[in-house]
């Protein structure tokens, strides 16, 4: 795959499809999702259903993630080949982020 032309088209990442991505490392379903990303960011991040579905929606037809199985009506997802390459992507670019931050500004405790 090109990875600049993933780059152009995918990124940067919002937070919630960032956190959806890095979700489906394990197979889940839309609520299971919501409820993680509440539960590894304490809080400070909690998915609505209009935007969980939309990105899960969206991300199934671009590829970046598939549905696994189906429990009691509930799709189950998990991240696509091309979906982990988006999210090198963005690992890549929110390290590059970071180390200018920490560079120019130091440590500001």
Same mark, same amino acid.
């Given at each position: 795959?090109? %990875?600049?032309?993933?780059?152009? /088209?995918?990124?940067?990442? %919002?937070?919630?499809?960032?956190?959806?991505?890095? #979700? *489906?490392?394990?197979? @889940?379903?839309?609520? @299971?999702?919501?409820?993680?990303?509440?539960?590894?960011?304490? =809080?400070?991040?909690?998915?609505?259903? =209009? %935007?969980?579905? =939309?990105?899960? #929606?969206?991300?199934?037809?671009? =590829?970046?993630?598939? %549905?696994?199985?189906?429990?009691? @009506?509930? /799709?189950?997802?998990?991240? #696509?080949?091309?979906? /982990?390459?988006?999210?090198?992507?963005?690992?890549? @670019? *929110?390290?590059? *982020?970071? #180390?200018?931050?920490?560079?120019?500004?130091?440590? *500001?405790?």
């Amino acid at each position: 795959m090109d %990875t600049e032309k993933l780059q152009k /088209k995918y990124l940067p990442l %919002t937070e919630a499809a960032y956190y959806v991505l890095i #979700s *489906l490392n394990k197979p @889940r379903h839309g609520y @299971r999702i919501m409820l993680y990303v509440k539960e590894i960011t304490n =809080g400070r991040i909690n998915i609505g259903a =209009g %935007t969980m579905y =939309g990105n899960l #929606s969206r991300m199934e037809k671009e =590829g970046l993630i598939n %549905t696994v199985a189906e429990e009691d @009506r509930k /799709k189950i997802y998990e991240i #696509s080949e091309k979906g /982990k390459i988006i999210l090198k992507l963005e690992l890549a @670019r *929110l390290e590059e *982020l970071l #180390s200018h931050g920490k560079s120019e500004m130091g440590d *500001l405790k």
